[in-house]
């Protein structure tokens, strides 16, 4: 039995449209938990060992998503450090 995606509003806002695209497909909270987590240490890595073994352990699971949202994030942050007033003035 084909379940439906959840609704986004039940498992929290994605930051990135990889994360948004992944989402769509996903039927368990708590896999959208754990994709939601990994998102969330991409961009703020915590240093405590759990946390860093779950985002590890999700991350092996799901190693082009993982990618996917590292980049859409570091090229978010590349546009945001490159702002109109860096980009003039060269």
Avoid at 28 to 33: F, L, T, Y
């Amino acid at each position: 039995m084909h379940m439906p995606p959840l609704p986004l509003s039940h498992i929290g806002k994605p930051r990135t449209e990889a994360l948004r695209r992944a989402l769509r497909e996903i039927t368990v909270a708590a896999s959208a938990a754990d994709l939601l987590f990994l998102e969330a240490w991409e961009s703020a890595p915590i240093s405590s060992i759990s946390a860093t073994l779950r985002a590890s352990q999700i991350r092996r699971a799901n190693p082009r998503l993982a990618a996917e949202i590292r980049a859409e994030l570091q090229a978010r942050s590349q546009v945001g450090s490159n702002g109109p007033n860096e980009a003039n003035s060269g």
